[in-house]
């Protein structure tokens, strides 16, 4: 019976090859399924970056209009011109003529005079100063925009390579994607699952090939172990001599034949038997260690697809406001009003809450991928 023993022992060795190629197969999905998602979160970060540069540019452009006519302290601001001479001879004369002692406030109104002209040209020089730090700062932030969408486009081509290498095509090849990223459907038995589902795995299923294997070698072991008996017909060719006289010259010999095998050295195939028992064990405690880390690792993958759903609302929603305050801002600032730090801060808000939505999404259709490859559903 070792010849059964063996033809088994091929048979379930090669099932569990067959189970290691469905895993890899199930590998490079789920490669391709998260790949896909960085590159599209890439394009989406890149068009954000896009907007924001013409909306900062459109901000350069008002703030050059109020700085140039002087709405946050131009060059053009006019200074008020000092009081007449006459004036102020008709006003000293006036006290002189009322009241001897308006001498004195005369001078501390020369005085009050004179220092609101010292005064008015500081201030305007001081609003010059703030209007071109405005300025500065807007095209600084241009700057980073722009460093940023460079960055984000060599980031693309290096995504889109190895998305083309998972395909084997040319790491050139043009990646069409959609204009925007959205979250994929996912079925509700997928996220109720019982602790048999997950033999449908392949991991699990080359680990029960293996076992069955090594069942079918302990089976041969023991049996190679066991006296073996054997018939058969030896059949010899004689060719014809001339120099013989016998009567069986020329003719084919058959002789049947019986052997018969005694195992005395019993020691080999009994460590050969030990040995295919503790591989045995080896594999059934790899079995159990590989459905705990496929339970952990499932319910990680729920709990983080739960937790970037919750993000996507909350994102959406904060976007939504900031766009909105966004706007009046913009606005606001076009008629002369609010301040450019504030304008530049919602900005930046809006930026954060559009970046974050889109990383929300990625990390949920990255979940979703991850738990199709656990549950071995393509």
């Given at each position: 019976?070792?010849?059964?023993?063996?033809?088994?022992?091929?048979?379930?060795?090669?099932?569990?090859?067959?189970?290691?190629?469905?895993?890899?197969?199930?590998?490079?999905?789920?490669?391709?399924?998260?790949?896909?998602?960085?590159?599209?979160?890439t394009k989406e970060r890149l068009?954000?970056?896009?907007?924001?540069?013409?909306?900062?540019?459109?901000?350069?452009?008002?703030?050059?209009?109020?700085?140039?006519?002087?709405?946050?302290?131009?060059?053009?601001?006019?200074?008020?011109?000092?009081?007449?001479?006459?004036?102020?001879?008709?006003?000293?004369?006036?006290?002189?003529?009322?009241?001897?002692?308006?001498?004195?406030?005369?001078?501390?109104?020369?005085?009050?005079?004179?220092?609101?002209?010292?005064?008015?040209?500081?201030?305007?020089?001081n609003n010059t100063g703030t209007?071109?730090?405005?300025?500065?700062?807007?095209?600084?932030?241009?700057?980073?925009?722009?460093?940023?969408?460079?960055?984000?486009?060599?980031?693309?081509?290096?995504?889109?390579?190895?998305?083309?290498?998972?395909?084997?095509?040319?790491?050139?090849?043009?990646?069409?994607?959609?204009?925007?990223?959205?979250?994929?459907?996912?079925?509700?038995?997928?996220?109720?699952?019982?602790?048999?589902?997950?033999?449908?795995?392949?991991?699990?299923?080359?680990?029960?090939?293996?076992?069955?294997?090594?069942?079918?070698?302990?089976?041969?072991?023991?049996?190679?172990?066991?006296?073996?008996?054997?018939?058969?017909?030896?059949?010899?060719?004689?060719?014809?001599?001339?120099?013989?006289?016998?009567?069986?010259?020329?003719?084919?010999?058959?002789?049947?034949?019986?052997?018969?095998?005694?195992?005395?050295?019993?020691?080999?195939?009994?460590?050969?038997?030990?040995?295919?028992?503790?591989?045995?064990?080896?594999?059934?405690?790899?079995?159990?260690?590989?459905?705990?880390?496929l339970q952990t690792s499932y319910?990680?993958?729920?709990?983080?697809?739960?937790?970037?759903?919750?993000?996507?609302?909350?994102?959406?929603?904060?976007?939504?406001?900031?766009?909105?305050?966004?706007?009046?801002?913009?606005?606001?600032?076009?008629?002369?009003?609010?301040?450019?730090?504030?304008?530049?801060?919602?900005?930046?808000?809006?930026?954060?809450?559009?970046?974050?939505?889109?990383?929300?999404?990625?990390?949920?259709?990255?979940?979703?991928?991850?738990?199709?490859?656990?549950?071995?559903?393509?």
């Open positions: 019976g070792t010849l059964k023993a063996s033809k088994d022992e091929m048979s379930s060795m090669a099932g569990a090859k067959y189970a290691s190629v469905q895993a890899a197969k199930l590998g490079v999905c789920y490669d391709v399924r998260s790949t896909w998602y960085e590159l599209i979160k068009r954000i970056a896009k907007e924001n540069l013409g909306i900062l540019n459109t901000v350069k452009q008002l703030a050059l209009k109020r700085f140039s006519s002087g709405g946050i302290g131009g060059a053009n601001q006019s200074v008020p011109p000092p009081p007449s001479s006459a004036n102020t001879g008709s006003v000293a004369q006036t006290g002189s003529d009322g009241m001897q002692g308006m001498g004195g406030n005369k001078s501390a109104g020369a005085t009050a005079s004179g220092n609101n002209m010292q005064t008015m040209p500081g201030s305007s020089m209007g071109l730090t405005d300025l500065y700062r807007i095209e600084m932030e241009i700057n980073e925009l722009e460093n940023d969408i460079s960055v984000l486009m060599n980031s693309e081509k290096s995504i889109t390579a190895r998305f083309n290498s998972y395909l084997d095509r040319n790491p050139a090849t043009q990646v069409s994607c959609p204009d925007s990223l959205v979250m994929v459907s996912i079925s509700s038995p997928l996220l109720e699952v019982a602790d048999s589902t997950f033999k449908n795995s392949p991991m699990l299923q080359m680990l029960q090939y293996e076992g069955k294997s090594f069942e079918a070698r302990e089976k041969m072991v023991t049996k190679m172990g066991y006296p073996m008996a054997g018939i058969g017909v030896d059949y010899s060719l004689t060719a014809k001599s001339g120099m013989s006289s016998s009567s069986m010259n020329g003719k084919d010999m058959i002789m049947p034949m019986v052997s018969l095998t005694l195992p005395i050295y019993r020691k080999k195939y009994r460590a050969m038997k030990n040995e295919t028992g503790f591989m045995k064990e080896a594999v059934n405690e790899n079995y159990r260690s590989t459905v705990n880390s319910y990680e993958a729920v709990q983080s697809l739960r937790d970037s759903k919750r993000r996507v609302g909350l994102y959406n929603s904060q976007s939504r406001l900031a766009s909105g305050s966004l706007s009046i801002m913009i606005k606001s600032f076009s008629a002369g009003e609010g301040t450019l730090a504030d304008l530049l801060l919602v900005r930046r808000q809006l930026n954060d809450y559009e970046l974050g939505r889109i990383e929300a999404v990625a990390d949920y259709n990255t979940s979703v991928a991850l738990i199709k490859q656990i549950l071995a559903y393509e």
